[in-house]
């Protein structure tokens, strides 16, 4: 399959004015505002997929619905990159995956023993191949979710799915939120290392909105071809 068959991705960041998306010990609720994050529930809304790492799921125990009113006729598919399947079954995606549909995106190393627990619940599991540098491989994600008909992702974080992404140069689109307070390099950054040694090697983006949103600032960007 080619790579234009991919869904599309948004990349979400919600940080502060120094690109943090939580303190040192991780916490992230809430860097910005009511109103970024009622956007932020839109956009969820607007997606086929709403995506995050096993490191933002396990600390901060998501519900990764659109909570609009009125509540959209379908919700996004919830989906976690979780190679070892360490999301908790009691945590809250796995709990209303009845409800809610809700994809863990394992190793092919896990057993399927592993996965029955979460299937019992209602969860999909898809087992995919791991990058050669570890995790998951992005390119087999986005060909399995070209191959099931899903053509856009919400990517809400944290800082090392989203590298995996923009190193891969898989992110289109951008939607960046920023609060007026400043964290600190002691802070988690929003996005892991991307190995970029020149300035010649970094993608350019081009900016398509720049607004006021509370007391944060909402800015869209996208990928210039
Ligand atoms: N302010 C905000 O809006 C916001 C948003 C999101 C997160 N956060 C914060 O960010 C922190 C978590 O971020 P994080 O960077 O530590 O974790 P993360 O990016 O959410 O998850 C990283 C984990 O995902 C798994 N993974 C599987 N395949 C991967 C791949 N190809 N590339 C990267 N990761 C892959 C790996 O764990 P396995 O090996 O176990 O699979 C990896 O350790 C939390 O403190 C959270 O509160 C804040």
């Given at each position: 399959?080619?790579?234009?068959?991919?869904?599309?991705v948004?990349?979400?960041?919600?940080?502060?004015?120094?690109?943090?998306?939580?303190?040192?010990t991780?916490?992230?609720?809430?860097?910005?505002?009511?109103?970024?994050?009622?956007?932020?529930?839109q956009?969820?809304?607007?997606?086929?997929?709403?995506?995050?790492?096993?490191?933002?799921?396990?600390?901060?125990?998501?519900?990764?619905?659109?909570r609009?009113?009125p509540?959209?006729?379908?919700?996004?598919?919830?989906?976690?990159?979780?190679?070892?399947?360490?999301?908790?079954?009691?945590?809250?995606?796995?709990?209303?995956?009845?409800?809610?549909?809700?994809?863990?995106?394992?190793?092919?190393?896990?057993?399927?023993?592993?996965?029955?627990?979460?299937?019992?619940?209602?969860?999909?599991?898809?087992?995919?191949?791991?990058a050669?540098?570890?995790g998951?491989s992005?390119?087999?994600?986005?060909?399995?979710?070209a191959?099931?008909?899903?053509?856009s992702?919400?990517?809400?974080?944290g800082?090392?799915?989203?590298?995996?992404?923009?190193?891969?140069?898989?992110?289109?689109?951008?939607?960046?939120?920023?609060?007026?307070?400043?964290?600190?390099?002691?802070?988690?950054?929003?996005?892991?290392?991307?190995?970029?040694?020149?300035?010649?090697?970094?993608a350019?983006?081009?900016r398509?909105?720049?607004?006021?949103?509370?007391k944060?600032?909402?800015?869209?960007?996208?990928?210039?071809?």
């Amino acid at each position: 399959m080619s790579e234009v068959d991919f869904p599309k991705v948004t990349l979400k960041l919600a940080t502060s004015l120094d690109g943090r998306i939580a303190t040192s010990t991780g916490e992230s609720q809430w860097i910005t505002g009511t109103e970024a994050r009622q956007i932020v529930h839109q956009l969820r809304a607007e997606h086929d997929v709403v995506l995050v790492g096993s490191g933002t799921a396990l600390a901060d125990d998501p519900m990764l619905t659109a909570r609009i009113d009125p509540e959209p006729k379908v919700q996004p598919t919830r989906m976690v990159v979780d190679s070892s399947l360490r999301t908790p079954l009691t945590h809250k995606i796995v709990e209303t995956a009845k409800q809610y549909r809700t994809i863990l995106v394992s190793g092919l190393h896990v057993e399927e023993d592993d996965e029955l627990p979460f299937v019992a619940k209602s969860v999909d599991v898809w087992s995919l191949a791991i990058a050669p540098g570890g995790g998951v491989s992005i390119r087999a994600l986005l060909t399995r979710c070209a191959e099931e008909g899903i053509s856009s992702i919400f990517l809400e974080g944290g800082g090392k799915l989203a590298a995996s992404f923009l190193k891969g140069g898989h992110v289109d689109k951008v939607e960046w939120f920023r609060a007026p307070m400043i964290i600190g390099g002691d802070g988690i950054p929003c996005l892991a290392s991307l190995g970029i040694e020149q300035l010649n090697e970094v993608a350019d983006w081009e900016r398509t909105r720049l607004e006021v949103c509370g007391k944060d600032v909402w800015e869209s960007f996208s990928k210039k071809l």
